[in-house]
């Protein structure tokens, strides 16, 4: 009868070992997931700033240029205001685009953690 009982406890130390271990893998592949979808995300929205902040630098130097040409103060006042117009534009598209990626971000990282919730529920 003892027997019985330690080969019990046996395998019920061998079935935990095993659930232990599988939880320990099924974490680290989740982590190894989300390290790659949010090293992809950084990656898109720094090479997006390198470009975007490119774009309003060239933009100033033409506006400055064209500015040096101009003889009447309207003139130039409205130069200027279509720059300021225009580069807020960017910005704001620039920002519409950085939330949306973000926002597409999060609902992969959400949804990594949800199945990490089910496969926990299901054992």
């Excluded at 974490?27 to 975007?52: C, D, M, P």
């Excluded at 100033?60 to 534009?89: M, R």
């Amino acid at each position: 009868m003892s027997e019985t009982i330690q080969e019990k406890l046996q395998k019920d130390a061998k079935d935990l070992q095993q659930k232990v271990e599988e939880g320990v893998n099924d974490f680290k592949n989740k982590l190894e997931q989300g390290y790659e979808i949010t090293s992809k995300f950084y990656a898109e929205y720094i090479e997006r700033q390198a470009v975007f902040t490119g774009s309003v630098i060239e933009a100033g130097i033409k506006n400055s240029n064209s500015l040096t040409s101009i003889k009447s103060v309207g003139e130039a006042i409205q130069k200027s205001t279509d720059h300021v117009e225009e580069i807020t534009k960017q910005y704001k598209d620039q920002h519409d685009i950085n939330s949306k990626a973000f926002q597409s971000f999060h609902a992969e990282l959400k949804k990594i953690a949800q199945l990490e919730k089910k496969t926990a529920k299901q054992k």
